[in-house]
């Protein structure tokens, strides 16, 4: 069956614009309450959670009247990070999860995940069979069968506790001070929370949304102000999240940026140092740098590569067995602590490198030399398909044929934003500019 609803992660788009309306996350709801309650003679129940964006009062609101349309009973989270969705699906016994966020778009994106009843993200072909009794309609449930809703206070302080279990039970954080940025986010009250506890001297920075600054200049894909905080305070360390907290990017103590590759890199070799990574193999996609490959490879060690989307590298992971993969971009999974990326459980197994070593964060971060890398994006109109036009593949052909072995192109649509996502590696950088410049005018010319 085809998705034309679904994208790479869930449905996302502009808030009050298709799919993004409250009657479309009305019908997605009474879809995945039929397509989940089998079974009308059992107790059925579905978790959702949200993160800060006005708009997530409404969808929160529309999806619950569509669930418990078909019977479902359903349990409402409030402002948690999305692993904790993942987290609190299995643990609360759920038939299903549900995460309202966009992740790192703007506050007037929204998107909503689903995760099935063992706490990982639904498959293509799950989403493709609730798509279509989105198309379909389905029956409601009989007036004495419709389902309940109520909140759920403690679900934050569940996964607080989870994410402290992943820490080192016999160490502590005192002595460090760190920079957390939640990007006025999903886990603004759980992350300083779980450091400070941890012991952690703090310095916070988005942690007062307000429904409409989440991902403002802060978190993951803003790291500029915690970069300021971090020398200006002397911190160890900055830790920036995303806004469903399912993203990490850490600053050194001089505020620099290490991204995930540079982050599964260091969890890849301790892990692997201490038997913990199983078969030797690290799981990441196609955009995870020639550097971070060549670095696992000097130490006996296996990259397998998927298609982009934390999802894709976790559906391999599971396939083959694996425990640890990411994306460049942040995601961090490690299925021993949860079922998808883990911004703040990746931030303590990053600290409990530097307590246990006794290093500093800029010599944790830095494990491999990059090899030159661009991405660009290019915006299209509605209905246009760059990719399909003779000019723009010519131009790819090209682009490939000039740089030969010494780099590679991966030039792909976004699957959350009408973005065409242009990424060149290659030893030559002035090489790399000049047939990446190419291939963007290219695609401009026929968006």
């Known amino acids: 069956m085809n998705r034309t609803l679904f994208g790479t992660d869930g449905v996302r788009g502009r808030a009050n614009t298709h799919p993004m309306t409250a009657g479309m996350a009305l019908r997605l709801g009474a879809a995945a309450g039929r397509y989940f309650r089998q079974d009308a003679s059992e107790e059925h129940r579905v978790v959702i959670g949200k993160d800060t964006r006005l708009s997530g009062y409404m969808f929160e609101n529309a999806l619950t009247a569509g669930l418990t349309s078909t ?22 016994r759920a038939d299903l999860g549900i995460m309202i966020s966009a992740s790192h778009n703007p506050h007037h994106d929204n998107g909503i995940k689903f995760f099935g009843p063992d706490g990982y993200k639904l498959s293509d072909a799950a989403e493709a ?19 309940r809703a109520k909140r759920i206070d403690d679900g934050r302080f569940r996964y607080v506790e989870r994410a402290k ?39 916070e920075i988005g942690v007062s949304p307000d429904g409409l600054n989440i991902n403002e200049g802060c978190g993951s894909t803003n790291v500029e102000a915690a970069a300021k905080a971090v020398v200006q305070y002397r ?16 600053l050194d103590e001089t ?30 996609t196609v955009m995870s740098n020639l550097g971070l490959e060549r670095f696992l490879e000097g130490r006996g060690l296996r990259l397998e590569r998927t298609p982009v989307g934390d999802r894709y590298v976790v559906e391999r992971m599971r396939a083959g067995g694996w425990n640890l993969g990411g ?31 006794g290093r500093r964060a800029s010599e944790l971060a830095s494990n491999f030399e990059t090899v030159p890398q661009m991405l660009r994006n290019v915006r299209f109109a509605p209905g246009a398909a760059p990719l399909e036009q003779a000019a723009v593949q010519a131009a790819i052909a090209d682009a490939e044929a000039r740089m030969g072995a010494k780099g ?14 242009v990424m060149g590696e290659c030893e030559d950088e002035a090489l790399l500019g000049a047939v990446l410049g190419e291939v963007v005018a290219a695609v401009e010319a026929a968006a």
Not at 82 to 90: C, E, F, H, Q, W
Not at 132 to 143: F, K, R, Y
Not at 342 to 351: E, N, P, R, S, T
Request: with cysteine; aromatic share 4%; hydrophobic share 45%.
């Open 129 to 147: 069979e609730i798509e279509a009794l989105v198309d379909s309609g389905v029956e409601p449930a009989q007036a004495q069968n419709i389902g």
């Open 327 to 357: 994306e460049q971009s942040g995601h961090i999974v490690m299925t021993d602590y949860a079922t998808t990326g883990d911004g703040l459980i990746a931030a303590l197994q990053f600290l409990a490198a530097m307590v246990e070593t």
């Open 235 to 250: 911190a160890d360390i900055g830790l920036c999240l995303d806004g469903d907290a399912d993203r990490l990017m850490v």
């Open 255 to 284: 505020g620099r940026v290490a991204d995930g590759d540079q982050i599964m890199a260091l969890l890849a070799a301790r892990w692997a140092q201490q038997q913990r990574l199983r078969e030797g193999t690290l799981v990441a």
């Open 408 to 421: 590679r192109l991966l030039i792909r649509k976004s699957g959350t934003e009408p973005l065409i996502r």
């Open 165 to 203: 279990a992943s820490f080192p039970p016999d160490r502590s954080l005192a002595g460090l001070r760190v920079v957390i940025d939640c990007a006025n986010g999903a886990a603004y009250r759980t992350a300083p929370q779980v450091l400070w506890e941890l012991g952690a001297e703090l310095i």
């Open 71 to 92: 019977g479902m009973n359903v349990l409402l989270l409030g402002p948690v990070p999305t692993p904790a969705v993942g987290y609190l699906t299995r643990s609360m």
